[in-house]
């Protein structure tokens, strides 16, 4: 049986150089499971994804409450890739002497395992088509009679999913899906993000120094302005490692997870060779940055 997961172009590019991992499950009883959500349905509509909207200051102000970070009110488009997965390749479900759960399993026959009711479930599904919070009461009595919803269709897997485990990566565009390329669909999306990647030639010089390790992975340096007082630099992902090396000339590096490469010097050789390219990218991610943050810009 295929399954999908559906992440956003940033999201999916992270995602394949390590793993799916946990997402949240509520119960109706409040309580939290970390899995991995997966359904069968080859088309994102139904689920209650992201689509890119902004949130409003009371939607905001919501999730900084409940303790999620969120730095400003864009949200990612996680319509736009699509992750296939082949049911056979994952493990079995299993609860172990511990009492905690492993593997695959339906949605709905772990609901009812911890107690949910029909009425929760199906709220959970209809959730993805409007906000519960503000439906009448005869607005819901009519949903519930009458919106299709997608929850038979939900999976949970309790484990990360290795991105070798992965069948296929679709981008998805006016419901047609196309095999997911950096290049043809990443790139673009990525920079509406500010996310400035350097460009396909200098990518595939860097690509001899840090070679790809998996399948999917295309190894990154890119340029992205987080904070305010930023300095100038560009961030490079390798496998499970992050790090940030300084455009002032002096290149220092700066780990953010992981391990550096033992070939450092040659990246740092990379960047003095395309200096230019690396320093109009900055001042773009910078542009960006203030498109995001206008109150609180960057000089």
Not at 140 to 162: A, C, H, K, V
Not at 254 to 278: A, C, F, H, I, Y
Not at 290 to 295: E, G, M
Request: aromatic share 10%; with cysteine; charged share 20%.
């Amino acid at each position: 049986m295929k399954l999908y997961h559906y992440t956003s172009v940033p999201l999916a590019e992270a995602i394949f150089f390590s793993s799916l991992r946990f997402g949240q499950y509520q119960t109706e009883k409040r309580g939290t499971f970390q899995c991995v959500w997966l359904t069968e349905n080859p088309a994102p509509e139904g689920h209650g994804l992201l689509t890119g909207e902004q949130l409003t200051t009371a939607q905001v102000e919501g999730l900084r409450n409940r303790g999620e970070a969120v730095s400003n009110n864009h949200t990612h488009d996680k319509t736009q890739v699509r992750i296939e997965l082949d049911s056979s390749n994952l493990s079995s479900f299993s609860i172990d002497a511990k009492g905690r759960p492993h593997g695959l399993i339906r949605y709905v026959e772990l609901s009812r395992m911890v107690g949910d009711h029909d009425l929760y479930r199906k709220s959970m599904g209809l959730s993805c088509y409007c906000d519960m919070k503000t439906v009448t009461d005869e607005q819901l009595d009519y949903l519930m009679r009458n919106q299709p919803t997608q929850e038979e269709s939900w999976w949970l897997y309790f484990g990360e999913i290795s991105s070798e485990l992965f069948s296929g990566v679709s981008f998805m565009q006016s419901g047609i899906a196309t095999p997911y390329s950096l290049e043809s669909h990443g790139r673009s999306v990525m920079e509406t993000y500010g996310l400035h990647m350097a460009s396909e030639s200098a990518l595939a010089d860097l690509h001899q120094i840090l070679p790809h390790l998996g399948r999917f992975d295309t190894p990154q340096a890119l340029a992205f302005c987080r904070m305010h007082d930023s300095k100038p630099s560009i961030s490079f992902q390798w496998g499970e490692s992050i790090w940030d090396i300084s455009l002032d000339g002096q290149y220092s590096t700066t780990l953010r997870l992981g391990e550096l490469p033992e070939n450092l010097s040659l990246v740092k050789d990379w960047m003095s060779s395309n200096g230019g390219q690396l320093q109009a990218l900055w001042l773009a991610a910078v542009e960006s940055y203030n498109r995001f943050y206008p109150d609180k810009p960057r000089a």
